[in-house]
């Protein structure tokens, strides 16, 4: 933003996890924001956590802004947009829901066609298993994909103005047609979710039967069940508006699933070695950056629960030159200790055991 250039005015239709992030990151790069939400109490902690200015309806919300971020349940943003549409005839207006085909034919059935050119679906693929204005924060929107799904009724200027303003905030802007999304979306995000919260019930329930079942549940365990934290409420009607591609997500997983099985129950080690090794080989590309993708290390480091302790941690790496990719605490069900997960470069690992032997900490090279 140039000297004098006045702010863009952001509208934040929705104060939940995602839209008080967007508000933050909006704030952080120096844009007003206005913010509504019905539930008063949400708009309020989100005020009190941000730099948004509450509005008292949506119509005042909207008004004058350059940009409209519908941050709503899916079951209502098509309503929402046509009304946020309505509010200013100049505002480009998206959304945040993680279903596009769905969001698209609403606006597309509910609009009038002299506005919805102006809108333009959207997905910031940056989230957590908490909710609400409290678990918000602009780090949701730092880095992460933002995928954006025009209509063949959007307005190409329009697309291309969000797509520069979702760059600004610090997002990584990715056109893609809605139901390729959806399609993607299905296997990489909500059948996670189905996966996570599958595997919790299991462990709970009559099968497992041992209250000691979740006493051992170690990293792992803790890693692939965390998204059964999130809000039911919200997930069930998530996975409902992508019903059909979630389903053949579903049917896919559990054909690997029995794949398994018969590597297992067959006694066919090479091949189970084989996935394995796949599968592992895969996971290590995943690291957000490409540096850590050509080798990285993880390590354990057990933590007394006291202040200051992860400040000492960070103070020796840094002295030793060892940057973290990532950080993880896992704590003991027995104690207030825990755990410190700690990824680095594989070619800094020795270097990140040295400093932390000689910091008095009790590493261990796991991977």
């Known amino acids: 933003m140039t000297s004098g250039e006045a702010p863009s005015r952001i509208a934040v239709v929705g104060t939940g996890l995602i839209g008080t992030s967007i508000a933050m990151a909006a704030a952080r790069a120096g844009d007003r924001v206005a913010g509504y939400d019905l539930d008063s109490d949400a708009l309020a902690d989100a005020a009190t956590r941000t730099a948004l200015e509450p509005r008292p309806t949506l119509e005042e919300c909207v008004r004058g802004a350059r940009f409209v971020f519908v941050c709503t349940p899916i079951p209502a943003i098509a309503d929402v947009a046509g009304a946020s549409l309505s509010a200013d005839g100049r505002a480009v207006v998206s959304d945040v829901g993680s279903v596009k085909s769905k969001v698209l034919g609403e606006v597309e059935l509910r609009v009038a066609s002299n506005r919805r050119a102006r809108f333009v679906g959207g997905h910031p693929m940056g989230g957590s298993e908490r909710t ?13 994909a933002w ?38 979306v299905a296997v990489v995000s909500h059948l996670p979710q189905v996966v996570s919260s599958a595997l919790m019930t299991l462990v709970t329930g009559d099968w497992v039967d041992d209250s000691e079942a979740l006493t051992l549940a170690a990293t792992g365990f803790r890693d692939v069940t965390r998204l059964a934290g999130s809000d039911s409420h919200l997930w069930s009607g998530i996975l409902q508006a992508n019903r059909e591609a ?122």
């Open 246 to 367: 979630l389903i053949e997500a579903i049917d896919q997983y559990v054909d690997a699933l029995t794949r398994f099985r018969s590597s297992v129950a067959e006694r066919r080690d090479a091949d189970l070695e084989e996935a394995l090794e796949s599968a592992r080989m895969a996971r290590a590309q995943l690291g957000a950056k490409p540096r850590v993708r050509a080798g990285m290390a993880l390590l354990q480091v057990p933590v007394p629960d006291r202040p200051g302790v992860l400040a000492e941690m960070t103070a020796a790496l840094g002295r030793g030159r060892v940057n973290i990719e990532d950080l993880q605490i896992v704590h003991s069900p027995w104690g207030p200790d825990g755990v410190v997960h700690l990824t680095v470069l594989a070619e800094r690992a020795e270097a990140a055991l040295e400093v932390l032997v000689a910091g008095r900490f009790h590493p261990v090279r796991v991977a």
């Open 147 to 184: 995928v954006l799904t025009p209509a063949p009724w959007t307005d190409p200027a329009t697309t291309t103005a969000l797509e520069g303003y979702v760059a600004s905030i610090g997002a990584h802007p990715l056109r893609m047609d809605a139901e390729r999304h959806d399609r993607l």
């Open 132 to 144: 609400g204005p409290e678990g918000a924060s602009a780090s949701l929107i730092e880095g992460a």
